[in-house]
């Protein structure tokens, strides 16, 4: 009766430990990317019903259970809080918090649990960004994307080699496909803000950190109505509908969209955006300011120049 009591007590105080690394807050949320990053598969139950069999399973027990619980933790914390001191590790890591869903977290967590050898951090979440944001823009449902987060999780488990991991990444990878879509109509879709703000970091050198907060909107350098006579005299309504909503006239702004400013002619506008750039700087906007005029020759090659980060960014070679 006493061991009992004495290893009852041991549980109890593992719990509080659990308890406090996440706070109480976090620990549904954790508990359930665990149970994904064991499993490998939508859980199908409450997740008392997911974590029992995952409990009896573990050689060693409820403890052993717990104490890897506990290192797993420690890791998803590594995440929430960003504790990573690698450039690309950071960047990367900023990029997947942006994402709609968090379904990557799952396999960032077992792979941080059960590292992988010949595969450094720094390349494991690089290659999770990258067909996550092609997921992303391909819009592909929810089954398909855990599809390929789940067979990384499986092959982690299973000890499978660096290159049978990249292997993984590659199959998954629509290179081509992805980039089309992001050549096309930009503005609207989920995700816009999302790569102009990665196009943003990864204009710049990598020892260049930088962080993003208050309202960020999306502006249109060439507006989407020609009103002025500036855009008039420059567009035609066939060229301007193939322009507006394309990577090459979209830039971050700080604040709220200013609607007023929205039809000004190009010079007026840069000095709002210069402005704008004050409280939050954006190399992509400061670029546009250090332009004398706005055709669709300038569109063109700006889009170009920013596709080319894409695909530099985001390819899975």
């Known amino acids: 009766m006493g061991e009992q009591t004495g290893r009852a007590g041991e549980l109890e105080e593992r719990w509080q430990e659990l308890e406090e690394e996440l706070g109480i807050d976090r620990l549904d949320a954790f508990f359930g990317h665990h149970r994904t990053s064991l499993a490998a598969a939508k859980a199908r139950g409450s997740l008392h019903e997911e974590i029992e069999p995952l409990i009896r399973d573990t050689e060693g027990g409820p403890f052993a259970f717990l104490d890897g619980v506990i290192a797993s933790a420690a890791n998803y914390m590594r995440i929430v809080d960003a504790e990573f001191t690698d450039a690309a590790t950071l960047r990367a890591l900023r990029a997947l918090r942006r994402v709609e869903y968090d379904e990557w977290i799952p396999p960032f967590l077992a792979f941080l649990n059960k590292p992988v050898p010949d595969m450094p951090e720094s390349e494991f979440v690089t290659l999770l960004e990258k067909i996550t944001m092609q997921n992303w823009v391909r819009r592909l449902g929810r089954s398909a994307r855990l599809t390929a987060y789940f067979q ?5 488990r299973e000890g499978k080699t660096a290159e049978e991991l990249r292997k993984i990444f590659r199959a998954n990878s629509r290179n081509d496909e992805f980039l089309e879509l992001l050549g096309g109509e930009l503005y609207g879709k989920p995700f816009d803000a999302a790569v102009l703000l990665r196009l943003e970091e990864n204009a710049q050198d990598e020892s260049v950190t930088k962080t993003y907060s208050g309202r960020i909107t999306i502006e249109h350098i060439l507006p989407q109505a020609l009103k002025d006579d500036y855009w008039k005299s420059r567009f035609d309504a066939e060229t301007h509908r193939g322009c507006v909503h394309r990577l090459g006239n979209l830039t971050p702004l700080s604040g709220n969209k200013n609607y007023k400013a929205q039809y000004y002619d190009f010079d007026r506008k840069k000095r709002i955006y210069g402005e704008r750039n004050k409280k939050t700087s ?16 300038r569109i063109k090659e700006r889009h170009e120049r920013l596709l080319e980060i894409a695909r ?6």
């Open 152 to 156: 990384m999780i499986s092959a982690i």
């Open 282 to 297: 954006f190399d992509l906007t400061k670029e546009i300011c250090n332009q004398p005029d706005w055709t669709s020759d």
């Open 312 to 317: 530099r960014t985001w390819f899975i070679e």
